[in-house]
């Protein structure tokens, strides 16, 4: 069965994460995604954090899944003829380089849309393409900053805290593979490519739009609350059995028969009914006395136990899962979420999968690409390069 985006061709001159992450995302949906690198060295998350030299790092194998990768020298005249020509082969082109670079090569998208009028042009920067900020270059925390997250995260007095997600860079690749799917579907009515343009800060402010919206009625900066909820919804961490820097839970009660629910778990029925805690507004004022209650209970259990007791009583309620534990969750593999793949140097290899699941065409996911791996195949099949062909632009230094 075809993939649901079996046939649309991607150029993927994406680095890092930001651009990465929505290249991953249409591969693993489906798209033909050819990866188009320098000559030897490759793209930099090749080697970037690796503690094997010469040997693909596990940052590019987690964001460069279910591709291609081909070589091209974009320095060299006769690598950018190349591209030209590649150009009119494929529907989308995707980059997230520093402003202005591929203008300074020739291929900015002005030029490209004369070649292929139905490209759909996507570009990945920190600050979008113009306003103030434009040229500033960016990273994942940057974005974070700038784009809010900090001044949310952390507790009451502390600094701005850096969340751990990466929802500057991955965030903004899912935030790209959304506007990329959209003009594809209305390049489909209209037969024209246009471009697309992603900001990595704005992508964060989007992600903080609930967060923030106290300023609406306050007029001031919303404070950093730490994990406690304020609005007097039971709503925060609990320490569980045996007491490790994970073994906590978060639980949530937005209803009274909710709260109901966990006192009845607990063993405290009675609880529900303290004037204390049986409405909300009085409630804030006893918070702690309530938190110890709660924690008397989860701390003489494992935080599976407690997500599991919750869970089956109608209380949201999530265990703190380490990195190691993800990668080992039950539910998640058993959801095909956690994957192992084999990769051509480093063997058998776990990761997460695609997360979102189509019906009809089901995500498989393949290990990231060696450098060049595919240049004799991507070349034959989109511009017709023979073997000898490839081994002679090899020799001048274009592949």
Same mark, same amino acid.
């Given at each position: 069965m075809d993939k649901a985006l079996a046939g649309?061709?991607?150029?993927?001159?994406?680095?890092?994460?930001?651009?990465?992450?929505?290249?991953?995302?249409?591969?693993?949906?489906?798209?033909?995604?050819?990866k188009v690198e320098q000559p030897k060295m490759g793209e930099q998350g090749r080697w970037l954090l690796t503690e094997k030299p010469g040997v693909d790092s596990h940052y590019f194998m987690l964001l460069n899944a279910n591709k291609r990768s081909i070589t091209l020298n974009l320095k060299s005249e006769r690598g950018k003829e190349i591209f030209r020509e590649?150009?009119?082969?494929?529907?989308?082109?995707?980059?997230?380089?520093?402003?202005?670079?591929?203008?300074?090569?020739g291929l900015g998208f002005d030029r490209l849309r004369e070649l292929n009028p139905r490209l759909i042009y996507l570009t990945i920067k920190g600050f979008g393409t113009h306003g103030p900020y434009s040229k500033y270059k960016s990273f994942d925390m940057i974005a974070q900053a700038a784009g809010g997250a900090m001044a949310l995260t952390g507790f009451p007095g502390s600094p701005p805290l850096k969340p751990g997600p990466t929802i500057g860079d991955t965030g903004t690749g899912i935030h790209a593979a959304c506007g990329v799917l959209a003009a594809y579907i209305q390049r489909e009515r209209t037969g024209k490519g246009q471009k697309v343009e992603?900001?990595?800060?704005?992508?964060?402010?989007? *992600?903080?739009?609930?967060?923030?919206?106290?300023?609406?009625?306050?007029?001031?900066?919303? =404070? #950093?609350?730490?994990? %406690?909820?304020?609005?007097?919804?039971?709503?925060?961490?609990?320490?569980?059995?045996?007491?490790?820097?994970?073994?906590?839970?978060?639980?949530?009660?937005?209803?009274?028969?909710? *709260?109901?629910?966990?006192?009845?778990?607990?063993?405290?029925?009675?609880?529900?009914?303290? =004037? #204390?805690?049986?409405? %909300?507004?009085?409630?804030?004022k006893y918070i702690e006395d309530l938190t110890r209650i709660i924690e008397e209970w989860t701390a003489q259990r494992s935080k599976h136990d407690v997500m599991r007791l919750m869970g089956e009583a109608g209380v949201p309620c999530g265990a703190v899962l380490d990195s190691v534990e993800l990668l080992n969750d039950p539910h998640m593999r058993e959801r095909g979420m956690v994957v192992t793949v084999d990769h051509p140097a480093r063997g058998k290899f776990t990761m997460p999968g695609c997360p979102v699941r189509l019906e009809d065409s089901p995500a498989e996911v393949t290990a990231a690409p060696l450098l060049g791996q595919h240049n004799?195949?991507?070349?034959?099949?989109?511009?017709?390069?023979?073997?000898?062909?490839?081994?002679?632009?090899?020799?001048?230094?274009i592949l």
């Open positions: 649309v061709k991607v150029l993927d001159l994406t680095q890092f994460e930001a651009g990465t992450s929505c290249t991953e995302m249409l591969a693993w949906l489906g798209a033909n995604v050819i590649l150009i009119k082969k494929v529907d989308i082109l995707a980059e997230n380089y520093s402003l202005g670079t591929l203008e300074s090569l992603v900001a990595m800060q704005e992508a964060v402010f989007n *992600f903080v739009r609930v967060p923030m919206m106290g300023t609406y009625i306050t007029h001031e900066p919303t =404070p #950093r609350a730490g994990n %406690r909820l304020a609005s007097g919804a039971i709503g925060d961490i609990y320490k569980c059995a045996p007491g490790g820097p994970n073994d906590y839970v978060y639980m949530l009660c937005t209803t009274p028969e909710m *709260f109901e629910a966990l006192c009845r778990t607990i063993g405290r029925p009675e609880v529900f009914e303290d =004037p #204390r805690f049986r409405d %909300r507004r009085e409630r804030i004799s195949e991507v070349y034959a099949e989109l511009l017709g390069y023979s073997a000898g062909d490839l081994a002679e632009l090899k020799e001048q230094g």
